[in-house]
């Protein structure tokens, strides 16, 4: 098995032999292609921010460059050959200002049903990315935009709706985008570029996307706490992109904690936070990965119509050489939900069957997470 310094060499080699063909597409001071669509709003310098489109130096079907939910099943170097395709062009804007032609330009190029085709035409030329690395996101070129032209586009009929009520709290759209269809990844770049709700701001997109996890997580288990309690221990998992991820529902009021822990062959770490039918008061110690994964899972019991106490394991091993983002959590925990659960007969053998293909032991999982003690707690609670 390759460490995760071979994997990041590998990838990073691979692109190098792309760009030897195609690096001049990237070493531009213009660019034409077809926006996912996609747009960019970072955290650096809030409440100023730098916002933009993303597009690569093609024009054509560009949507899978910028839809998580279709890359399961895709390998790591897809995914960060997709983010490095992606050109980002930026401007300087007040997170307040969600008017103007430019931003409306990308609120309309967001809508788009379909890639939206973008002109830009840089300060200074962009230059190719050549390297990733264990810590960071990869992205592609960055520049600062002088001029801008955005083709007109066929919008979304229900991501336009919600765009023009002023009076609907962006909570309650984006509940109803996520009801009628829109992606999770659609819905954040919404709320990200300031199209949603009353007191409408720019979010910086790594804000947006827990934000939207958490708004829908959170009204979906509202509901959940209506339904009856499921009668069986039951034990979901699934592997991708170095990530191993396992979901045990057990019977027992909304209880939920997901623990995380990672490797490289010398040391482990560990982080976890929980939460009961209160919610959780705090930001996670795990950050976006909290809200992503009980999205997942708050999907699957309102499906089933049912509740239950939610245990979400998530081992991080040494081939999940390039962190691609939370998105990875959601979507590999939804797969998790798709498929067929093994019937565990209590919460300790749902525990080893949960951790039997991890390198890391049940013990280990046992002794680091609160599930067992908060069950404990709160059934003691209920004779009182």
């Known amino acids: 098995m390759p460490s995760g310094n071979e994997i990041r ?20 001071k213009e660019i034409q292609g077809s926006s996912p669509p996609s747009v960019f709003v970072g955290t650096y310098g809030y409440p100023k921010v730098s916002v933009g489109p993303m597009l690569p130096p093609v024009h054509g079907e560009t949507s899978i460059l910028d839809t998580p939910e279709k890359w399961i099943g895709k390998s790591l170097e897809d995914i960060v050959n997709f983010r490095l395709n992606l050109i980002r062009g930026i401007k300087k804007i007040p997170s307040t200002q969600c008017d103007g032609r430019y931003i409306e330009n990308l609120q309309d190029m967001t809508m788009s049903s379909s890639p939206a085709d973008t002109e830009i035409e840089f300060v200074k030329p962009t230059f190719p990315v050549t390297s990733v690395d264990q810590q960071s996101a990869p992205f592609g070129p960055l520049g600062e935009i002088k001029n801008a032209k955005f083709s007109s586009t066929h919008a979304n009929r229900s991501i336009e709706k919600m765009y023009y009520d002023h009076d609907l709290k962006a909570d309650d759209a984006i509940i109803k985008l996520f009801n009628s269809g829109i992606d999770v990844s659609r819905i954040q770049k919404c709320l990200s570029i300031g199209m949603l709700g009353i007191d409408r701001k720019l979010v910086p997109t790594k804000w947006s996307i827990t934000a939207t996890d958490d708004i829908i997580s959170k009204s979906l288990m509202t509901q959940i706490l209506d339904f ?19 979901v045990i529902l057990f019977p027992h009021r909304w209880l939920f904690e ?24 705090h930001p996670p110690e795990i950050a976006g990965a909290y809200f992503a994964a009980k999205l997942a899972v708050a999907e699957y019991l309102f499906k089933k119509q049912k509740q239950a106490g939610i245990l979400v394991l998530r081992e991080i091993q040494p081939e999940y050489a390039i962190p691609v983002g939370v998105w990875q959590v959601r979507e590999g925990v939804r797969e998790a939900m798709k498929h067929q659960a093994i019937l565990a007969e209590n919460m300790d053998n749902a525990i080893e069957l949960a951790t039997r293909k991890m390198t890391i032991g049940k013990n280990e999982w046992i002794s680091e997470g609160k599930m067992l003690k908060l069950i404990q707690q709160k059934t003691i609670s209920d004779f009182f």
């Open 9 to 28: 060499q590998g990838i990073e080699s691979n692109w190098h032999q792309y760009l030897r063909k195609y690096g001049n597409l990237f070493s531009s």
């Open 228 to 246: 009856d309690i499921i009668d069986s221990f039951n034990v979901f998992s699934f592997s991708h992109l170095g990530n191993l991820f396992s």
């Open 258 to 281: 997901m623990q995380e822990a990672w490797h490289d062959g010398k040391s482990i770490g560990f982080g976890n936070d929980y939460e009961d039918a209160k919610g959780i008061s």
